[in-house]
């Protein structure tokens, strides 16, 4: 389930699994929540709001009800288990998760979001196997929460759209900046909201997300002073206008004023020449490909799953290195660690499709032949499912469940969108890019591997690759290595010797759905779909 919440069973079950432990070999467990962390807050709006008080309470006791829940998923008795419960914060988990994944041994450290442990934003320092907080930004002010607002302003209510919207600010001019500076105020090195703009502070940030097997629902968070400064609110099905656009680009203007101006004060604080992000304002790929330009640091690592479901790895690492001292030894270069599939299991899912029996050629390849078919095939301006290896982690397809497709013709956005992605016409795609070649194409070279940067296209270059090239002359690319992902590389590289362009499109392997797992899953997309070709492991799926 995408934005799945509720407890973690399966995720738990298959990280032990593949760790090759049982429960029982556990010796500590960190929780990323800490319900003491900023208790004189909390205490003062539970006095204002007693039904957020409520439904707050409800989380905590999901959250101080973890060791029965855990015992639970495997049978266990929770009094003999041995493993030491630690909490830690949700900020700084968030920072750990970022920092102790990054190649660096020392850098500047920022995360913000919407809320967590009655936070929106931290940041500090990291040394070696230390983090030291400088400060942070309490609710009810918060970048996330501003962001989503103005979505919903917008007309865009799904848990989520938020991405949508920075997309669509492409298309439009900052003409409401200064209405916006009056919404989101700069202080010091951080911010604060202008509350009458909004209503979390009064009636909290209602939002439903402890159904594991549903979507979370946010409440409103925009109050009706909004639309009276800014003018009528959109509805989810009306139509979007020149004004809607201009509100869109005004939101991520400001947006970027702000953080930029928070990334400036920190780099002055702290002297540092990198910087880790983390939380979800740091998939804002449009505000971080402008860091390098905008401000002293010259380097720059967002983690892959900066959002919630990066704390776990980060509270663990937080423990491991912080607390315990150990050593640091691991940069997390690539993305690639969910579930895999061999051959054999590969076979079988095709073989249960019956897919002959549907007019369909299977054929499987030796790994040359593979990629010299499948680049021609792309090269035919054809639309290929791209299933390989272990499933990426976080929310982008980076080239193991991906959907690819020639960047050559500016019709294939909307072949796109229209017959495949069943989505908005205006959202972009993403180039994956050779990383040797990406300096060649792209206004910055700086390392993109978790396609959460944004550059300029060189001008020479945009009418090559008109198809994953947003309206702003930008994209949101990945950057490959051969190292991260030999196959993808390679393919790349065949799709180069056929075309001349070292970039494909990159787009997630679904459709309005959570991205494609399971080989099953594959092939049931690529089945309802009107995708011409499935390459899945060695095999090359086509319409006879």
Request: proline share 6%; net charge positive; aromatic share 10%.
């Amino acid at each position: 389930m995408k934005y799945a919440a509720g407890f973690p069973a399966a995720a738990i079950r298959y990280c032990l699994k593949e760790a090759g432990l049982t429960l029982a070999e556990v010796d500590h467990v960190a929780v990323p929540r800490n319900p003491y962390a900023r208790l004189g807050t909390k205490l003062f709006y539970a006095v204002r709001m007693p039904s957020f008080a409520r439904e707050r309470m409800k989380v905590l006791a999901k959250f101080t009800g973890i060791r029965e829940a855990l015992a639970g998923t495997f049978d266990a008795d929770p009094e003999k288990m041995k493993a030491k419960f630690h909490r830690v914060e949700h900020h700084v988990a968030h920072l750990a998760s970022s920092f102790y994944c990054s190649p660096f041994e020392e850098a500047a450290l920022l995360s913000a979001d919407g809320l967590g442990d009655f936070a929106s934003s931290m940041w500090g320092a990291g040394f070696g196997q230390r983090m030291n907080v400088h400060g942070a930004i309490a609710f009810p002010h918060s970048l996330g929460l501003y962001y989503s607002a103005i979505t919903q302003y917008l007309g865009f209510l799904k848990f989520g759209d938020e991405y949508k919207v920075m997309g669509l600010g492409a298309y439009g001019e900052p003409e409401f900046l200064e209405e916006f500076r009056k919404i989101v105020k700069s202080k010091g090195g951080g911010f604060e909201l202008a509350l009458k703009y909004f209503t979390h502070h009064r009636t909290g940030p209602e939002m439903s997300w402890a159904e594991a097997d549903k979507t979370p629902v946010l409440g409103k968070l925009f109050s009706e002073e909004l639309p009276k400064h800014l003018g009528p609110a959109r509805q989810a099905d009306e139509g979007i206008t020149r004004r809607h656009k201009n509100l869109a680009c005004s939101l991520q203007a400001r947006l970027e004023e702000v953080y930029l101006g928070m990334l400036r004060h920190l780099a002055t604080e702290t002297r540092m020449k990198s910087v880790c992000l983390a939380g979800g304002v740091a998939f804002n790929c449009v505000a971080n490909g402008k860091i390098l330009s905008q401000t002293p640091f010259e380097s720059v690592y967002v983690h892959p799953a900066a959002g919630d479901a990066g704390l776990a790895v980060g509270a663990a690492l937080y423990l491991w290195h912080q607390v315990f001292g150990m050593p640091r030894s691991f940069v997390m270069e690539h993305a690639y660690w969910g579930p895999g599939f061999n051959a054999e299991e590969t076979r079988k899912a095709i073989e249960t499709a019956n897919l002959s029996d549907g007019g369909y050629a299977i054929r499987q390849m030796e790994e040359e032949k593979l990629l010299e078919q499948t680049a021609n095939i792309i090269g035919e301006g054809k639309i290929l499912g791209w299933f390989q290896g272990r499933a990426e982690w976080g929310p982008r397809a980076l080239g193991n469940r991906s959907i690819v497709a020639d960047p050559r013709r500016p019709e294939m956005k909307e072949i796109l969108n229209r017959r495949i992605k069943h989505r908005e016409i205006f959202r972009p795609f993403a180039p994956s890019i050779l990383a040797e070649a990406s300096g060649e194409w792209f206004e910055k070279s700086h390392p993109s591997p978790f396609m959460t940067m944004a550059y300029a296209v060189k001008p020479s270059k945009r009418d090559k690759i008109p198809a994953p090239t947003h309206v702003d002359g930008t994209g949101r690319l990945q950057t490959v290595t051969k190292t991260a992902n030999p196959r993808y590389w390679k393919l790349i590289k065949e799709v180069e010797r056929q075309t001349g362009i070292p970039v494909v499109l990159n787009t997630s392997f679904n459709d309005n759905e959570p991205i494609v797992c399971k080989p099953q899953e594959a092939i049931d997309c690529f089945l309802r779909t009107q995708m011409d070709a499935l390459v899945i492991g060695d095999f090359l799926i086509t319409k006879s």
